[in-house]
Each structure stands twice: as structure tokens, then as C-alpha cells.
């Protein structure tokens, strides 16, 4: 598995200075199991935070950091790659392929096993789990039919998602296994599925989104999205 599409910088430099909802942190440590490129992405953004920090007087953590993450991706662009530390009965796992363990960044919130997962129906072609605990922000996993249009839809905030089976294709492109979709406000799209086998995913959002067709306006009360 070599994803194609990563989160953004600033994501990883949030995630590493603990400043994601639980949600959010999930999916993207979801994304860093099985992305290299990332979790050296990653373990630069911790690096240097903790030089940041070192350097300056204690401040109000709120008002520090904005300059913070600034100056945390400029100087990510000048960190050389470190190659990750892999290891580990998990890591065994994700070479292999246990088909029924769940990605371990994901157990807290959905259990362990593929097979004991208890979807339930939203819409034609369209089942969902929530999150078996509160994360502060809506955390779901989705499991959409093969060759299943989604309604055109935008976003109230921000939104990742990381595919863990199957594909789907919408205006960024093509998005299978291990790719993470790291979108905004300004992003509007319409993920159409690819033939085959359902595409399942994981994603956390912090705003509800918005669709201008007036159906799926009429049902987005119903599955709360």
C-alpha cells in the first residue's frame, strides 16, 4: 500500500503539537499506520516543535500557535527525511494483511474486528457506524455500494477522511486503500465510488456538511450528517 494523497502539512504540524479533536487525531493516525512519507513528515514536525517550544518563554498556548505551526512548516521544508521505525506484532500485521483487525488507531472507537462491526442502513447503497465513544467532533466509519454516486456536497469545516477498503473518484482524483482526503470549507465535490467491492472509510468532521440539492438537504436531519 503506497498512498497517493497525504494530509496537509499544516494537518500533521496540528497533530503533532496535540492541538486535533480526538476524532480528527484518529483518522489521521489512521493515515500515519501506513504512510512513511508521513510519519517522517511527522516525526520532523515533532523535532522541531520541541525546539520551538524550548526557545521561547511560557506563553498562552492559544496565542503561541498560529506562529508556531507557521514557523514549524517553514523549517519542515528545509528537514532532510528520517526513515521510520517499524516494528512490532501490529506492524507484522499490516504487512501481512490480517483481514479482520481493524487499523489499531480506530479499535478505541469502533472495536477490533472487521466481522463484529454492526453497520446500519442511511440511504440506498449507504450503511454507517459511529463512534462508540464521544470525540468532539463526528467520528464515522462508512460503507458505501460499489459504483454508488454520493450527492455533490461541500463543508461547513474541515473534514479527513482515510480510505480503508475499496476506491472512490471525485475532482482531486482518484482515492484508494491508505489515501487521505484532507478538505475544507472551499471544497466541494462528489465522490462516485469505483465498480467492484464497497468502498469503507473513516472520517471525522467539525461542521455538518452542505448540499445544494434540496433532497439531500430534507434528509441530512436524518442521518445527522
Known amino acids: ?110 472495536g477490533s474486528s472487521w466481522r463484529a462491526l454492526r453497520w446500519r442502513w442511511t440511504a440506498p447503497g449507504v450503511h454507517m457506524i459511529r463512534s462508540s465513544r464521544p470525540t468532539g467532533d463526528n467520528l464515522i466509519m462508512l460503507k458505501i455500494a460499489p459504483g454508488k454516486s454520493m450527492p455533490v456536497h461541500s463543508h461547513g469545516g474541515a473534514e479527513l477522511t482515510q480510505i480503508l477498503k475499496g476506491a472512490y473518484d471525485d475532482a482531486l482524483g482518484h482515492f484508494g486503500p491508505g489515501d487521505m482526503a484532507d478538505l475544507d470549507g472551499e471544497t466541494e465535490h462528489q465522490p462516485i465510488t469505483s465498480p467492484g467491492v464497497p468502498c469503507i472509510c473513516v472520517a471525522a468532521l467539525d461542521a455538518p456538511l452542505r448540499f445544494p440539492g434540496w433532497f439531500a438537504r430534507k434528509l441530512q436531519p436524518l442521518v445527522r450528517l
Open 1 to 110: 500500500m503506497t498512498p497517493r494523497h497525504h494530509p496537509d502539512e499544516a494537518t500533521l504540524v496540528s497533530y503533532a503539537a496535540g492541538a486535533l479533536s480526538d476524532g480528527m487525531r484518529a483518522v489521521a493516525a489512521t493515515h500515519l499506520e501506513v504512510c512513511s512519507h508521513c510519519r517522517s513528515q511527522l516525526a520532523g514536525a515533532e523535532r522541531i516543535g520541541g525546539v520551538l517550544l524550548s526557545q521561547r518563554q511560557p506563553t498562552d498556548a492559544g496565542d503561541r500557535f498560529p506562529q508556531l505551526r507557521a514557523e514549524m512548516l517553514a523549517r519542515l521544508d528545509a528537514t532532510p527525511q528520517v526513515k521510520p521505525v517499524l516494528g512490532g506484532k501490529d506492524d507484522a500485521i499490516a504487512r501481512t494483511g490480517d483481514t479482520d483487525l481493524l487499523p489499531r488507531s480506530l479499535r478505541p472507537y469502533f
